[in-house]
């Protein structure tokens, strides 16, 4: 601002009495009294502000990048990465399970199930390593190889029930996508929250499927359970009903919880003005529920089929 410039610290500018002395005097010189200065000050002053204003208005929002906080967006955009590199390596997993063979019922006893128990094996490992070691540090390496091992695993265990069922995956997929985006929209609507009480239910009822879990893989692998129960105890029948389609509809509502339980992480984290490399911890947190709840809708579906 021109007031400001050192150049007019000449007492010719600043005292009244002097500008007498220019031809033709105060009113000539426009610099006669303290009520035109002041005026002239407030403009510019006004002008600086007007400015600064603008030219807020006209740069970028700051994101993750320039605060280093967590924000909805780059949380949103990590789960898009880590989901990419998912269908990348199921890919890499449905075709090294075929083996280039065509899709007919007769060749499931010659598909390979090496990228299933190696992406199974792998992803278990990592998602202890992240969880566990995530308090102290966040290493977005491991939640990618993650992410790559989760896609063999999707990638294997989908070709073979597609094998077996065939559009099983896209009635999975299209199932999956369903209940993901229902319980998103109802979360953002604000209709359903995480609470206290629900989350207590929760653990309760995830800890006694997870030893029901534990309970019917041993029994599979210890060949206690008859030949023709292909699911184990999951193909027991109660009046009539797979027990695993029962059990199925109460999992895909703890799933749904769970993801619940995400958005509400992802929320708290922003709200509270998390670092950034927490975003990572919500993007995973998201992907482990969304295996978790596509995996449990297959099976649902290749028990009911089976049933038929």
Do not use: C, H
Request: no cysteine; glycine share 10%.
């Amino acid at each position: 601002m021109a007031l400001n410039n050192p150049a007019f610290n000449n007492p010719a500018f600043q005292d009244p009495k002097a500008v007498q002395t220019y031809p033709g005097g105060a009113q000539a010189a426009n610099l006669g009294g303290p009520t035109q200065f002041a005026t002239a000050q407030r403009a510019g002053t006004d002008a600086a502000a007007n400015a600064r204003l603008e030219g807020m208005y006209a740069a970028p929002t700051a994101g993750a990048t320039e605060t280093d906080r967590m924000t909805v967006e780059d949380t949103v955009m990590k789960t898009v990465g880590l989901f990419a590199i998912l269908l990348v390596t199921a890919a890499v997993g449905w075709v090294w399970t075929l083996g280039g063979l065509t899709i007919t019922g007769d060749t499931a006893q010659q598909i390979s199930m090496a990228p299933w128990l190696i992406g199974l094996a792998g992803g278990f490992i990592l998602s202890m390593v992240v969880i566990f070691t995530s308090r102290k540090k966040v290493r977005p390496a491991l939640i990618w190889a993650y992410a790559a091992f989760e896609g063999l695993f999707i990638g294997g265990i989908s070709a073979f029930f597609e094998v077996l069922y065939p559009g099983i995956v896209m009635q999975a997929t299209l199932a999956t996508f369903a209940v993901v985006g229902v319980t998103l929209a109802l979360f953002a609507s604000g209709k359903v929250r995480a609470s206290k009480k629900a989350t207590k239910i929760f653990m309760i009822a995830m800890i006694g499927y997870m030893v029901f879990a534990l309970l019917n893989l041993v029994l599979m692998w210890t060949n206690v359970l008859p030949a023709d129960q292909a699911f184990g105890l999951y193909s027991a029948r109660i009046m009539g009903i797979p027990l695993g389609l029962i059990i199925g509809v109460l999992v895909v509502i703890l799933a749904a919880y769970s993801l619940v339980l995400d958005f509400d992480m992802i929320q708290r984290g922003v709200r509270n003005r998390a670092p950034r490399q927490y975003a990572w911890l919500g993007a995973f947190g998201i992907m482990v529920t969304v295996v978790w709840l596509y995996v449990e809708i297959l099976r649902m579906i290749a028990i009911i089929r089976g049933s038929n």
